[in-house]
Every structure is written in C-alpha cells, then in structure tokens.
C-alpha cells in the first residue's frame, strides 16, 4: 500500500471524481471529494516523507549484488538461516562453497579496475552455470563468492565436490580482457551445515571460509573441506600471529637448507632456503601455517631480509669449511618483487658479505611471472637478472608462462612442480609431461630441476629422463644451519666412495 500510493499523485485525480459527483447529481460523493481527499494526500505526503528518509529501496533491490547481479551477503545470511531453521523440521541438509579467485589483485594491477569488474561479472556468470537451479550464488565480499546448496535429504559430499570440480573448469578456461586473453584459477572451501561448530548461518560461513584459507595455503587452485582440525588451527594461527614479530626479531624464523644435487655426478649443486619457525612451544612451525600471516601482517619484506641474511651467513661459513657450494635459492614473493628499491638492496646485502651475486638464486614463483607484463616487478626481475643473480623460476607447470616471459624475465633454471614428479617412476603421464618440459629447457639453453622427489625409484627414473639436477626430502630434507656441516661431511664421504667403486668396477 505504502509504495503504491508513493507512486500515485492524488492531485491529478480530483477533475475526474468532480465531475463524476456533478454528473450523478449524487451529495455523499462530493461530501467524498471534499473531505476524503486531504486525508489521502496527507497520508501520500508522510509514506513519502518516510521513503525519504530511510532511503529504501523497493522490495528485493537490498537483495542483489550491484556490480555481478547475484545474491549479496545479507541474502545469504539471510537465506541460511531460513535453511538451518527448516533443516531442524525437515532433517534436510544445506552445504556452503566459498569461492575465491586467485591472485584477483594482480589483474587488477595489470589490466585496471574496469576490467577486473568485467571478469567478475563474468566469475559470477560462470559459476551460476555450474550450479543446479535452486542452488544459490552470491558475491560476498571483493572477489569471493559463495554458493548455498537447495536443502536435500544427505548432502552428499560427492555432490559438492563435483559441483566444485564444475567451478573450477569453468574459472580454468581463458576470459578475454581488453582484447587480451587471461587465465583463472580458484580456492574453494566447502562445508556441510551439520560440521560446523554452531547451527548458525554466521557459524557455517566462516566454516567454509576457513576451509577456503587451508586451500590457499596450499598454494590456491585447489578444494577444501572443512575439518575441526582447521578451526583449531585457525585458532593456533591467531595466537602465533601475536609473536610473529619477536620470532623475526629474536632468530626463532630462519631459514632451513634442503641440498640440490647432480644426479650425474652426486655433487651438491646449491641449497634452497625455506623459511621455518622454531618456536619454543610447538616445536618446529610449517611455512604453511605462518606465511600467510606474515603477508597480512605486513612482515613478508622483513621475513625477505632475514631469510637472505641467513643465506648469505651460511654461504660464507661453509667457504670457511673448505666446502663448495655454488648457491642458494632464496624465494622472493610478489609483495617482495613489488619494492622499487629492491635490486639496490639485494645488492648492497650481497656486496656487504663480499659474495658474488651468481651464488644468490632469486626464486620466483611461475604465476608471478604468467601474472605480469611491463611494471615494478618485471623490472625488478629484470635488473636482477642483469647484474648477475641467477632467476628460478618456481613451481614449474602450475601456471601459465610462455617462453616469451621466460626469455624476458632472464630466468635460467625451471624448478619442475612436485606434482609432474609424484609417482614419475610408475605414471606414464607423467613422465610425459616432464619429459616435455626437460625438452623445452634444453632447447631453451636453461637448466631443469625437479622439485619433491621422494625415492629411490623416483630418481632413478629421473636420471633415466636426463634430469640432471634434483631436490627433494628422498634427497635430504630441510636442515637447520649447524645440522648442514655435519650434512656436507657425510654426502662428500659418500660420493667420494661411490667415484672410488666406479673407477675400480670401470
């Protein structure tokens, strides 16, 4: 009624019921007129004077996510509820998908901020198609959405991760972005009603939302499903997050050494340092579990400068104990790439401990290069590149770089992914796809190592490939600093008997 008769304009109606009084000749319809009408546009001019005021908005407008079109949060909590209540009635089950692009921020950077609304538009589009007609889709919040599953009698897991799998594809084929072509990959954490901690809408969302942080954590382009165990490592995390900046400060962070090697001649080609927290309580803490609180605290560029410190430490000591060690890879993130002074810097490090720039290998993750064109971090990798430190390029396969970017950027090792290296030994797959990749580094002129190898028979097969350089914990896992001497010492005696034996056995 209310916004009925705020549509309506009652002066334009009082010529009509004049003159149908004056025609029927009847008194009680002027009496009508007359009196009637300034009660209707008194009330016409308060429901208008309300709507004024609250700035409402008609029925089911608050309901819709401005930019994509699809449900909004509100809608969701909304809806949710209904759903938990009605699920206390009927036994009928709902589970949420919480959805998220990857790396969203690095389009935006790359293409502009009309061009990042236009993929989510399309984002939402996509994942509408993925899902059953009474499935809900929302936006709720930058580049996350959620899909609510229609309440069912068992809400089959299967039926989830299918429904993920469809999303996934579908994010995973090319969107067109100014006459350019871009690549997508999504996170997603998915929960049903019945394992979250409370029967809340709230309580169910966050569920989902912590099963989308474990995916991310494990590198994005992956599903999740939530577990009780998350919630207490969410919890865990939150209480680390408050000692992170001691643990930088006081050596609890610090780098653990895993050795490269030659699968020609055994020889130690460099180490990787990777970032670990010995913390007094819990023991040794999983990069896993910190990092991405390093990154939303603000401590990455000060985790860099310790990390490299710590590299540049090693390097010196083990010169001091007669051992050759070519290099050390030390990993850079996107935020570390951003800093316009960061080739200055990394210089000053290296000249400082008089260490030659060639024994500090700037790792670089795949999609980091796949991601950008001509901005910071591209000169920054560049200029790396162009005053002597060696580019690895990380996590090799995972992304999408072209030869092109692998050419411009200067990179002179690929470090093949962990996931073309699992079960090489046995799966013909992949050992197509990794001799592929072996091929396109030898015709490029760049060397290959492969990351995550775990046994014997994975090397074996390996050196079987041509793959001269691996790494991985069948190799030796990850050490602290003053284990890596002790380290070094047994490997030479080991390779030095082995070059003994295949001299007399030739």
């Known amino acids: 009624m209310r916004h009925a008769l705020g549509r309506l304009n009652l002066m334009s109606f009082i010529p009509l019921f004049v003159i149908l009084a004056y025609w029927v000749r009847i008194e009680a319809v002027l009496f009508v007129v007359t009196f009637m009408f300034p009660l209707l546009l008194a009330i016409q001019e ?42 206390i009635n009927t036994g009928r089950e709902t589970a949420v998908l919480h959805v998220d692009v990857d790396r969203f921020h690095t389009l935006n950077e790359r293409y502009g901020m009309h061009a990042g609304d236009l993929l989510l538009v399309e984002v939402a589009q996509r994942i509408s198609d993925c899902v059953r007609e009474r499935d809900l889709v929302a936006r ?3 580049d996350d959405f959620a899909v609510v599953l229609y309440p069912v009698k068992k809400a089959d897991f299967s039926v989830m991760l299918a429904i993920a799998d469809r999303v996934r594809e579908a994010l995973s084929q090319p969107f067109s972005v100014d006459q350019n072509t871009c690549y997508l990959t999504c996170s997603i954490g998915l929960c049903v009603a019945g394992r979250a901690p409370s029967n809340t809408p709230e309580s169910l969302l966050a569920s989902a939302g912590m099963a989308l942080a474990e995916a991310q954590r494990q590198g994005g382009d992956t599903t999740r499903s939530f577990s009780p165990k998350m919630r207490r490592d969410t919890q865990k995390l939150q209480t680390l997050s408050s000692e992170l900046v001691s643990a930088l400060e006081n050596g609890q962070i610090r780098p653990y050494f895993q050795p490269q090697i030659c699968t020609g001649d055994g020889q130690i080609i460099g180490f990787e340092a990777l970032a670990r927290w010995d913390h007094p309580v819990n023991g040794t803490v999983l990069p896993a579990l910190f990092l991405k609180a390093i990154e939303d605290g603000g401590f990455a560029e000060r985790l860099s400068e310790v990390i490299l410190y710590h590299a540049l430490s090693a390097l010196k000591s083990w010169d001091r104990a007669g051992f050759r060690v070519p290099s050390v890879g030390v990993n850079f993130s996107s935020h570390d790439l951003r800093n316009p002074k960061l080739v200055e810097k990394i210089k000053w490090e290296v000249d400082r401990f008089d260490i030659a720039p060639s024994r500090i290998s700037i790792e670089v993750l795949e999609t980091v290069v796949s991601d950008h064109n001509e901005d910071v971090i591209t000169r920054n990798i560049r200029g790396l590149a162009a005053n002597g430190f ?114 007399k056995a030739g």
């Open 46 to 87: 308060i429901t208008g004077q309300t709507n004024s005021d609250d700035g409402s908005l008609p029925p089911g407008t608050d309901e819709i996510d401005f930019l994509t079109g699809v449900k909004n949060r509100q809608y969701v909590l909304r809806h949710l509820g209904n759903f938990l209540q009605s699920q």
């Open 390 to 503: 060696g580019i690895d390029l990380d996590d090799f396969g995972t992304g999408h770089a072209s030869i092109a970017n692998i050419r411009r950027f200067g990179v002179n090792r690929i470090k093949i992914d962990r996931a073309f290296i699992t079960n090489i030994d046995v799966d013909s797959d992949q050992q197509i796809m990794t001799s592929t990749i072996l091929r396109m580094a030898e015709g490029l002129g760049i060397e290959a190592i492969a990351e995550g190898v775990e046994t014997v028979s994975e090397q074996a097969k390996l050196v079987q490939m041509g793959c001269r350089y691996t790494q991985g914990f069948g190799l030796a896992r990850p050490m602290p600093f003053e284990d890596t001497i002790a380290w070094l010492h047994k490997h030479q005696e080991k390779n030095s008997g082995l070059s003994k034996a295949s001299k």
């Open 140 to 142: 709720i919040n930058g």
